[in-house]
Each structure stands twice: as C-alpha cells, then as structure tokens.
C-alpha cells in the first residue's frame, strides 16, 4: 500500500512544485528510501542518484542536504555490495 502513495506524492509534488524542487527531492527521496526498504535496489537506485543531481543543482555540493543524500546514496551502494 505504501508504494503508489508514495509514488502520488512525487507526482503531485513534481506538477506544483516542479521536478527541481528540494520538496520534491525529498518526495523522491522517501521513494528511494521505500523500495530499498522492499530489498528493490535496482529501483532505489535511479531515485537515490537524482535526488544527488537534484540537491547539488539547486542546494550545492556543500549543502547539509546534499550531504545526506550523498551519505545515503553510498549506503544503498553498500547494501547492493558495491
């Protein structure tokens, strides 16, 4: 049940807020973060890397967030053995 309300939410904040949006970062985030939950890594993945390409565009490289979606992009790295 949790996967296509989350998947609603990075919908509808991608239409208000646009796909650029740090809210809509964190959308997509909590999406990555739901399928890695479910061992569905190869999801998490493409999710966890645009949530880096996002946060570094519109935040920097040296922003907190960034930070900690780089952090948790390299423990998904981790947890698929990479």
């Known amino acids: ?3 296509p309300l989350a ?3 990075v919908r ?3 239409g208000v807020l646009g ?4 809210d809509t970062a964190t959308a997509v985030r ?3 973060s739901l399928h890695r ?3 569905r890594y190869d999801e998490a993945l493409p999710l966890a890397e645009r949530v880096v390409r ?3 565009g519109v935040l920097g490289a040296e922003h907190p967030d960034t930070a900690t979606a780089v952090g ?3 423990s998904l790295y981790e947890a698929m053995g990479r």
């Open 7 to 9: 998947e609603r939410v």
């Open 19 to 22: 796909a650029e949006h740090p």
């Open 37 to 39: 939950a479910m061992g």
């Open 12 to 14: 509808t904040r991608e």
């Open 72 to 74: 948790n992009l390299a």
């Open 54 to 56: 996002t946060l570094e």
């Open 1 to 3: 049940e949790a996967l």
């Open 30 to 32: 909590n999406l990555a």
